[in-house]
């Protein structure tokens, strides 16, 4: 049974850091395309990063130069650190798993999802 938990979202004061942990098991964590997506009230879910198993990354245009995302294998945990954040970040986060590993962002490919965690960032 795959299952991924999110931890890391709060509440920060635009500019602030948040950093996200996501915790997977019940696959072999070194042959997935991690991904995180967000979703805030009224709108779509959107891909904001992925990155595989060899640590090739993408990112949606909007958070590039402010968010990284990372993962440490031994601890099969992906991270989204997230910095310089403003209000329009402010979304449901949320891990996802590919286990095909097709290497793209649309949320369609992701089976596997976690609860989210809330980020809320203030002005």
């Known amino acids: 049974q795959v299952q991924l938990v999110e931890s890391g979202g709060g509440s920060v004061q635009a500019g602030g850091s948040l950093r996200l942990s996501c915790a997977a098991s019940?696959?072999?964590?070194?042959?997935?395309?991690m991904g995180w997506f967000r979703q805030a009230p009224g709108k779509e879910r959107e891909g904001v990063a992925a990155i595989d198993s060899g640590g090739t990354t993408r990112y949606a245009e909007a958070v590039k130069g402010r968010f990284t995302i990372s993962q440490d294998n031994a601890k099969n945990t992906v991270y989204l650190q997230m910095n310089s954040l403003k209000p329009e970040d402010t979304a449901m986060y949320y891990c996802?798993?590919?286990?095909?590993?097709?290497?793209?962002?649309?949320?369609?490919?992701?089976?596997?999802w976690g609860q989210g965690t809330q980020v809320t960032v203030s002005s």
């Open positions: 996802a798993a590919d286990l095909f590993r097709r290497g793209s962002m649309a949320a369609v490919n992701f089976a596997f």
């Open positions: 019940g696959y072999t964590y070194s042959r997935v395309y």
